[in-house]
């Protein structure tokens, strides 16, 4: 593929590492929800990748002063490229804005990061991250920061009933952030046995194998009757969210 050139407030990265997503899997694989209808998400030719880190190798004008960047610095940018202009960016919710561009999915726009060089566009959201951070950890600063935000989107209290379904990738990060808010109980839930064991490492209370056992029916009966304070959905699988 051929360098990209920065603009005006651009970033040019050397890809250090680009995390495989779900979503980008379901991208190859021609999902539904992102190339079916008139209007596909998806406008190919795109290259994907929205989990990357990458060495800054050129900035444009006044990129250095907007982003803090020097050349030689280690940056990644937020999956979402805010377009600024609508209700939710402009109240600061910039992760439901309307038009929702995500590096990866909109060719000539937002390219991924599954090249050697990208683009950090002008509307998008950089960070500096340190060098001595290796490559393969800080392409998992944005699954990481997908399930804090899932955490604080749920508001755990002090004691609260949590259940978390999936323990994946995404499961066990959410899992982890959610041990920090003290919950009374912490429950995981999964068919993989050996996902379930590595919950338990990381700080469940308890793990049910949903294939195995009534996840709904043991929950109940540890509440009497009146089911979780808390329930996070990470299995991206539509019985996931009905047992919710």
Same mark, same amino acid.
């Given at each position: 593929m051929p360098i990209p050139k920065a603009g005006d407030e651009e970033v040019i990265?050397?890809?250090?590492?680009?995390?495989? +997503?779900?979503?980008?899997?379901?991208?190859?694989?021609?999902?539904?929800?992102?190339?079916? #209808?008139?209007?596909? =998400?998806? $406008?190919?030719?795109?290259i994907p990748g929205h989990e990357f880190v990458g060495e800054v190798v050129e900035l444009g004008e006044r990129a250095a002063e907007k982003t803090g960047l020097e050349i030689g610095d280690k940056a990644v940018a937020e999956q979402i490229v805010p377009c600024w202009e609508c209700r939710y960016c402009k109240t600061g919710k910039?992760?439901? +804005?309307?038009?929702?561009?995500?590096?990866g999915f909109q060719g000539g726009v937002d390219d991924g #990061?599954?090249?050697? =060089?990208? $683009?950090?566009?002008?509307?998008?959201?950089?960070?500096e991250v340190p060098?001595?951070?290796?490559?393969?950890?800080?392409?998992?600063?944005?699954?990481?920061?997908?399930?804090?935000?899932?955490?604080q989107r749920a508001r755990i209290e002090l004691g609260d009933f949590v259940v978390i379904a999936g323990m994946g990738p995404l499961g066990l +990060?959410?899992?982890?952030?959610?041990?920090?808010?003290?919950?009374?109980?912490?429950?995981?839930?999964?068919v993989k046995e050996n996902r379930l064991r590595l919950a338990e490492e990381l700080g469940a209370t308890l793990t049910l194998n949903v294939a195995r056992e009534d996840a709904v029916k043991r929950v109940l009966e540890m509440t009497q009757g009146y089911g979780c304070d808390v329930y996070i959905e990470a299995s991206a699988s539509t019985s996931g969210v009905t047992q919710g």
């Amino acid at each position: 593929m051929p360098i990209p050139k920065a603009g005006d407030e651009e970033v040019i990265v050397k890809v250090g590492a680009s995390g495989i +997503c779900g979503s980008d899997i379901k991208c190859y694989e021609g999902a539904e929800i992102l190339w079916g #209808g008139p209007s596909p =998400y998806v $406008k190919p030719p795109v290259i994907p990748g929205h989990e990357f880190v990458g060495e800054v190798v050129e900035l444009g004008e006044r990129a250095a002063e907007k982003t803090g960047l020097e050349i030689g610095d280690k940056a990644v940018a937020e999956q979402i490229v805010p377009c600024w202009e609508c209700r939710y960016c402009k109240t600061g919710k910039y992760w439901m +804005c309307q038009v929702h561009n995500i590096f990866g999915f909109q060719g000539g726009v937002d390219d991924g #990061g599954f090249a050697e =060089y990208m $683009k950090y566009p002008s509307n998008a959201i950089v960070h500096e991250v340190p060098k001595r951070m290796p490559d393969e950890r800080a392409a998992f600063i944005e699954p990481l920061s997908c399930a804090i935000h899932a955490v604080q989107r749920a508001r755990i209290e002090l004691g609260d009933f949590v259940v978390i379904a999936g323990m994946g990738p995404l499961g066990l +990060c959410m899992l982890q952030v959610a041990k920090l808010k003290n919950p009374g109980k912490l429950v995981a839930l999964d068919v993989k046995e050996n996902r379930l064991r590595l919950a338990e490492e990381l700080g469940a209370t308890l793990t049910l194998n949903v294939a195995r056992e009534d996840a709904v029916k043991r929950v109940l009966e540890m509440t009497q009757g009146y089911g979780c304070d808390v329930y996070i959905e990470a299995s991206a699988s539509t019985s996931g969210v009905t047992q919710g």
